[in-house]
């Protein structure tokens, strides 16, 4: 998953994911187990 910058009427952040239907945005934010977090700066070389 990752999180979009779009956020429900509650504030909670919605997320972009691929779990077996195509590419949704939705509010499943915390409908499963967060195993990590990462982040990628702004300007990043790969």
């Given at each position: 998953?990752?999180?979009s910058n779009k956020k429900t009427s509650s504030g909670i952040p919605l997320?972009?994911?691929n779990i077996g239907a195509g590419t949704k945005?939705?509010?499943r934010?915390?409908?499963?187990p967060i195993?990590?977090?990462y982040r990628i700066k702004s300007g990043a070389k790969s």
């Open positions: 998953m990752v999180v997320v972009i994911h945005e939705e509010n934010l915390f409908d499963f195993t990590g977090h």
